[in-house]
């Protein structure tokens, strides 16, 4: 297989696919070292990708889905963004309130990458 990008599999028919980069896993891992929630927050919010690798979702889903606190939350998105897994961050002032990003489409995409067979 010659494609930059796998696709996940055993989706339930109403779900999006997923298409990650092959680099991913490797990509995150570097992060573990500063941050080691970083992995399971990214992880949850590739599996919330909708179009155009855009993220709708709340810090206190996040905090239940990773079993971490909202302040845990907070500082793996400070870290995602400054690494530049994601990008166009919102994040609501209000604590555990609404948080949406994109997450970066060479990583983890719910469109089939160019040239993907």
């Known amino acids: ?4 990008h796998v696709s996940t599999i055993s989706t339930p028919v109403d779900e999006p696919m997923l298409y990650l980069d092959r680099n991913f896993i490797g990509a995150l891992g570097d992060s573990i ?7 399971s927050v990214m992880l949850n919010l590739v599996a919330s990708i ?7 979702t709340t810090q206190t889903m ?18 995602l963004s400054s ?5 166009s961050v919102m ?5 555990g309130g609404p948080l949406s ?3 970066r489409p060479d ?8 040239g993907y067979d």
Not at 1 to 4: A, E, I, L, V, Y
Not at 33 to 39: F, I, S
Not at 67 to 78: C, F, P
Not at 91 to 95: A, D, I, K, R
């Open 83 to 87: 690494a530049g897994f994601i990008s």
């Open 33 to 39: 070292q500063d941050n080691p929630k970083v992995v």
């Open 62 to 79: 996040i905090a239940q889905e990773c079993k971490i606190t909202l302040k845990e939350v907070v500082e793996a998105i400070a870290h």
């Open 50 to 56: 909708a179009g155009k690798g855009a993220v709708q």
């Open 107 to 114: 990583l983890a995409t719910a469109e089939k990458p160019e």
């Open 101 to 103: 990003c994109v997450v």
């Open 1 to 4: 297989m010659t494609q930059d």
């Open 91 to 95: 994040l609501s002032l209000e604590s």
